[in-house]
T-cell receptor, first 116, second 113 residues
């Protein structure tokens, strides 16, 4: 499968615990995006990387959230001291900048986080 | 906060009928894209229309864009039960080098067999 993959698909945790999600983008893609989606809403941008550099972070990304893309390939999103309000679907997308004018983003299946 | 609003929020039609969904947005855009999401799954890119385009077709999909009204519509012709999903419009803001997508709140489409 050459699409975007995310692990785990589901995560249930207790409030106050730390969680880490992983995203593996399409191999040649140089941009990687994280979005968060709550029930009944559209996804909201969290942050993005170009290669290994994190270039923009949303105000939604509090200091409990940290994202990395150490070698410009896979990325991790960590949430420390989880809160019930963190419960959401976390979506990863990748794209290849410069591919015509579309810069189409390809989404992974998401990681659904439930904080009890 | 989200950029756009979709209208209607929910739509129920009979198989074979056409489905029209509308999207309004707030800022100047580089392009507007439509995505589909099956329940609990990731998003699938359907079609992209650039700010200098007015209409685009892809199979049973027709998208229009009116930048003066800051609105777009997605028409699905001859709908099928398999078209049942949520549909989102997403914009890329003009001059935004991140090309991040700003999504609307979506239209939930139910196609009854």
């Amino acid at each position: 499968d050459t699409g975007v993959s995310q692990n785990p698909r589901h995560k249930i945790t207790k409030r106050g615990q730390n969680v880490t999600f992983r995203c593996d983008p399409i191999s040649e893609h140089n941009r990687l995006y994280w979005y968060r989606q709550t029930l009944g809403q559209g996804p909201e941008f969290l942050t993005y990387f170009q290669n290994e550099a994190q270039l923009e972070k949303s105000r939604l990304l509090s200091d409990r959230f940290s994202a990395e893309r150490p070698k410009g390939s896979f990325s991790t999103l960590e949430i420390q001291r989880t809160e019930q309000g963190d419960s959401a679907m976390y979506l990863c997308a990748s794209s290849l900048i410069g591919q015509g004018l579309t810069d189409e983003q390809f989404f992974g299946p998401g990681t659904r986080l439930t904080v009890l | 906060s989200q950029q756009g609003e979709e209208d209607p929020q929910a739509l129920s039609i009979q198989e074979g009928e056409n489905a029209t969904m509308n999207c309004s947005y707030k800022t100047s855009i580089n392009n507007l894209q439509w995505y589909r999401q099956n329940s609990g799954r990731g998003l699938v890119h359907l079609i992209l229309i650039r700010s200098n385009e007015r209409e685009k077709h892809s199979g049973r999909l027709r998208v229009t864009l009116d930048t003066s009204k800051k609105s777009s519509s997605l028409l699905i012709t001859a709908s099928r039960a398999a078209d049942t999903a949520s549909y989102f419009c997403a914009t890329v803001a003009r001059m935004d080098s991140s090309y991040k997508l700003i999504f609307g709140s979506g239209t939930r489409l139910l196609v009854r067999p």
